[in-house]
């Protein structure tokens, strides 16, 4: 397989120990590292808040629908599905993020429910909800069996479940994978995020417990003045980057500037009148 499918770039960059040249972190280990490593992106949260609407149309979230935002991050999807009028409950992994959701929740005076959870092993009953979505996060857990089970699991039958992700092919997933190409093995069995950008593979994680997958493609527009204010917005705002990022600066420098440089090269790809193109795909199916 291509770079694009080799790279699990979470795992990599939780696991980068300059004494050892294999990660050996557990995936227990690895979540809890996640959680101070998510905890950097809320400056990022305008940009995802852009595009919840469109996940949130696309889910058909309506009034007084019980929705579960898996991965809400600082809960601009929830959000956004609550000022809809839908009853909505929020799960992370990540504290600090849950704690500006609550801080968004309180601005808007919306009333959403805030849980800290893992979409391995969600904290709510079977079939407790009618729509169940998730905006660039489930596709994070290390174990996807388990966290399409898991969705699937608290969804009502004939309930609906819908999540963004990235194609490894357009610029995110390849933002990824040169990222992990800079980062140290992935543990043996880990799995790409960014396969959930593919179809072929949403279908069968999915599998028959679903009917009715559809799937559309939809763009985010991020402002940037140039190429290079958005790679430093990534650095300091983006989790992984910021990792392999410090490991660079810290051990080889050189190395270190040959990754800007493609990264500004990939980025001009996209970059149109002062924004950043990133295209991503739209999933969406009925629950048997």
Request: hydrophobic share 45%.
């Amino acid at each position: 397989m291509g770079r694009c499918f080799r790279s699990d770039l979470l795992l990599q960059s939780l696991t980068y120990d300059q004494t050892s040249p294999m990660p050996t972190d557990t995936p227990a280990e690895l979540k809890e590292k996640a959680k101070t490593l998510w905890s950097g992106f809320i400056p990022m949260e305008m940009v995802t808040a852009s595009v919840a609407p469109k996940l949130v149309a696309f889910a058909g979230i309506e009034p007084g629908l019980r929705v579960l935002d898996v991965g809400c991050g600082t809960g601009v999807v929830a959000m956004t599905a609550a000022r809809k009028g839908a009853r909505v409950t929020g799960a992370d992994l990540t504290p600090a993020l849950l704690e500006r959701a609550r801080e968004n929740a309180s601005i808007m005076g919306l009333e959403v429910e805030f849980h800290e959870s893992d979409v391995e092993a969600l904290p709510f009953a079977e079939g407790s909800f009618d729509v169940v979505v998730s905006q660039f996060g489930h596709m994070f857990a290390p174990n996807p069996a388990q966290a399409t089970a898991e969705m699937l699991r608290v969804l009502k039958p004939g309930g609906t479940i819908a999540f963004s992700t990235w194609p490894p092919e357009l610029m995110i997933g390849r933002f990824f994978a040169l990222l992990a190409s800079y980062g140290p093995p992935a543990p043996a069995g880990a799995t790409s995020p960014i396969l959930w950008g593919e179809p072929s593979v949403v279908r069968e994680r999915l599998g028959s417990a679903v009917r009715n997958l559809t799937f559309d493609r939809a763009m985010m527009r991020v402002q940037t003045l140039s190429v290079q204010h958005q790679r430093h917005a990534f650095e300091t705002g983006v989790g992984p980057m910021s990792v392999v990022m410090k490991a660079l600066s810290a051990t080889d420098p050189a190395r270190l500037a040959q990754l800007r440089q493609e990264l500004d090269a990939l980025f001009e790809e996209y970059f149109v009148d002062n924004h950043l193109r990133q295209d991503f795909l739209l999933s969406r199916a009925v629950k048997c």
